[in-house]
């Protein structure tokens, strides 16, 4: 079964701040990834999906990449804000559904 | 895109009794997704709803606790049955998703007390 696991738990970084999130996989057998914002208590907005056949996709401030073969995918947050802060949710697509990470809660600090 | 309309938001619901949930997207879609979100946790498939057939249950959930029901392809409906204070989660109706990118309502949030 598919496990996705997102490091660091827990991030707090100042103002300005590049900074990036990491998820991994342990199925590479993936139609594609997507990250995920969620402010608490709240639902899931969608940031990037990259298909399985990309390496990378952009969006504004946020880079995403995949690399398959190595089961990893990262999350490059530039500059960033306090607006920012929310946890972020990678979600991997097998043949039926989605496997969720457990999420990184990243703090922004003023 | 789908814009996805999930309610209620959040409610406090007394031990026994029962919530139903309300999904709307404006656009048709074939799959229905709904979620649990436990705190802390991530988010875990409670069943696949598609329009015309019965709900497809994941391992550990059971019709008999979480109907759905699926009416046609822009609503979908999840009751909670006799609640319990484990069923306090969040809870997330999500369509499309697993070829294409998912979309996902507000999420409703129920405390059971």
């Known amino acids: 079964k598919q496990e996705v696991t997102q490091i660091p738990a827990a991030l707090s970084v100042p103002e300005g701040e590049n900074l990036v999130l990491n998820c991994s996989f342990t199925?590479?057998?993936?139609?594609?990834l997507q990250w995920f914002r969620q402010d608490p208590g709240k639902g899931l907005t969608s940031l990037l999906l990259?298909?399985?056949?990309?390496r990378e996709q952009t969006s504004g401030r946020l880079n995403a990449s995949l690399d398959k073969s190595s089961g990893r995918s990262t999350l490059y947050i530039a500059a960033s804000q306090p607006g920012d802060s929310a946890t972020y949710l990678c979600?991997?697509?097998?043949?039926?559904?989605?496997?969720f990470g457990t999420g990184t809660r990243l703090t922004v600090i003023p | 895109s789908a814009v996805i309309s999930q309610k209620p938001s959040r409610d406090i619901c007394q031990r026994g009794t029962s919530l139903t949930i309300q999904c709307q997207v404006d656009?048709?879609?074939?799959?229905m997704f709904w979620y649990r979100q436990q705190p802390g946790q991530s988010l875990t498939l409670i069943a696949t709803?598609?329009?015309?057939?019965?709900?497809?249950?994941e391992s550990g959930f059971v019709i008999d606790k979480f109907p759905i029901s699926r009416p046609n392809l822009t609503f979908s409906t999840l009751t909670v049955s006799n609640m319990s204070p484990e069923d306090s989660s969040i809870y997330l109706c999500?369509?499309?998703?697993?070829?294409?990118?998912?979309?996902f309502g507000q999420g409703t949030r129920l405390t059971v007390v």
């Open positions: 199925d590479s057998a993936i139609y594609n």
């Open positions: 990259i298909q399985s056949s990309q």
């Open positions: 979600a991997v697509a097998g043949a039926n559904n989605l496997f």
């Open positions: 656009s048709q879609v074939t799959m």
């Open positions: 709803a598609n329009q015309g057939s019965e709900a497809t249950y």
């Open positions: 999500s369509v499309e998703g697993v070829i294409t990118e998912a979309f």
